[in-house]
């Protein structure tokens, strides 16, 4: 149960690395000031919901019979360091929403595991379950492209400059492009990873972002996805142009690399504008 006595506006949260998450997170509810919502979020009337239960992959179990997916989130994982934290975070999470009323936003059509891939709102609250979740540090955004994904990211890059939950185990600590030998331990899980392109490289089938010399780490583009890069305004020159944030799951086989697959797993942490790119600019 959440306590009350914590409710404090955002702003005035001072985070403490011991403190209780299930309060940061009762802070964040209490008092956050709501972002608009970005251009990809889908204007869809709300409707009202019971919430009967939460599963480990935070997959939520409604009254009418629907399973609800938050398409941002990835599924906790435990660590050595937090070897319960898929216990704790479903807990901590049912604590928030098992046996509440709370207002549905479907983002689109179930997926073949019968999800239905939405946003949950709490009353009286903007900001959306799952922008709680990343903003409190209980969970990190998938790989995978979601709807809404600008209030996604800004709510955990928060978290994770304040070094909250999750953000403050080892096992989820960014990676630096340069140092492959970091990489180790993280074969085969999401992860995120800061560096620059040192060169770009090109076969018939793929395009190669390399951050270091032979045996660094190195990011690949199918050719089949290239299309989606260039009309996100991606362009050798602005790849080049400053420092970048990647998500994927890393693979040491052939590596340390990451395959990425829609313009979202790119983040440029100095943001030089994607639509600046020119015509003359090579592409990929």
Not at 30 to 56: F, I, L, T, Y
Request: charged share 25%; proline share 8%; with cysteine.
């Amino acid at each position: 149960m959440f306590l009350e006595k914590h409710f404090a506006r955002r702003k005035a949260v001072k985070f403490a690395p011991m403190r209780s998450l299930i309060v940061v997170l009762t802070c964040l509810i209490a008092g956050s000031a709501s972002p608009a919502a970005g251009a990809a979020c889908p204007d869809v009337k709300r409707e009202r919901v019971e919430v009967v239960s939460v599963g480990d992959r935070l997959d939520i179990l409604l009254a009418d019979g629907r399973l609800i997916a938050f398409p941002a989130l990835e599924p906790p994982r435990a660590s050595p360091a937090e070897p319960e934290r898929v216990r704790t975070t479903t807990a901590q999470v049912q604590a928030l929403l098992q046996g509440k009323i709370v207002f549905l936003q479907p983002l689109g059509a179930a997926d073949r595991w019968g999800r239905v891939p939405a946003r949950l709102f709490l009353p009286d609250q903007d900001e959306p379950v799952d922008e709680l979740l990343l903003g409190a540090g209980l969970a990190m955004r998938g790989a995978g492209a979601a709807p809404c994904e600008d209030d996604a990211r800004a709510a955990e890059n928060a978290a994770r400059d304040a070094a909250l939950g999750l953000w403050a185990d080892p096992a989820f600590a960014v990676l630096a492009a340069d140092r492959p030998q970091d990489f180790a331990g993280r074969d085969g899980v999401l992860a995120v990873v800061e560096g620059r392109i040192a060169s770009i490289g090109r076969t018939p089938p793929r395009t190669y972002l390399n951050f270091g010399a032979w045996g660094g780490f190195h990011a690949s583009i199918a050719k089949r996805n290239w299309p989606a890069f260039e009309r996100a305004g991606f362009s050798e020159a602005n790849l080049r142009a400053g420092k970048l944030r990647l998500r994927g799951i890393v693979d040491l086989e052939r590596g340390p690399h990451m395959e990425l697959f829609h313009p979202e797993q790119i983040e440029f942490m100095d943001e030089p504008p994607r639509d600046a790119a020119k015509a003359s600019d090579r592409k990929f």
